[in-house]
């Protein structure tokens, strides 16, 4: 295809974002379009969803000799702990404004105050008093987390939590 506007590349190559033009490595402009040169792009979505991750480390003590049946080699003594990657998923309309569903940094500081500040390098049987009446399993974990940003995000926004306890083992809920 080629290009609809002077000194820029294929539209089909480019985001309509970029259409402004497209800046060289140097910063210079290289080409402008005006908006009745713009091809028709379809309809923009109505929902989109937008992801961030965090990592956090956490243990947990398990002991007598039913937890041994239960949770095998989970069960230690001295406790064992994870290093747990959280994916957290808002979705919502796109403002037309700002072109975002949500400010990445202000999911950043909600993330911070639900999942870093409570969880991160914690025993979670010891440390957070609600592992004190559940079982500090990933499932739970990921209840937990989805419960305090709920209560941090505004309201509807909150799509998924998605908690890896290892690269194999993962738990995900959207409060259903």
Known sequence: MTAACKGVPAVDQIPRAAY??????????????????????????????????????????????????????????????????????????????????????DLKKYMEEAIMIPLDHKNLDRDVPYFKTVVSSVENLTVFIWDSLKEKLPPGLLYEVCVYETECNTATYRGE
Not at 59 to 75: A, T, Y
Request: charged share 25%; proline share 6%; aromatic share 4%.
């Open 20 to 105: 402004r033009g497209i800046r060289s490595s140097s910063g210079q402009l290289r080409g402008t379009c005006q908006s009745s040169e713009l091809p028709e792009l379809s309809p923009r979505p109505d929902w989109i969803k937008l992801g961030r991750s965090v990592g956090a480390s956490e243990s947990n003590s398990l002991s007598d000799e039913e937890n041994k049946k239960i949770f095998g080699k989970c069960n230690n003594p001295n406790g064992h702990g994870h290093n747990y990657r959280v994916i957290v998923t808002v979705r919502g309309e796109i403002d037309p404004v700002t072109g975002m569903v949500m400010n990445l940094t």
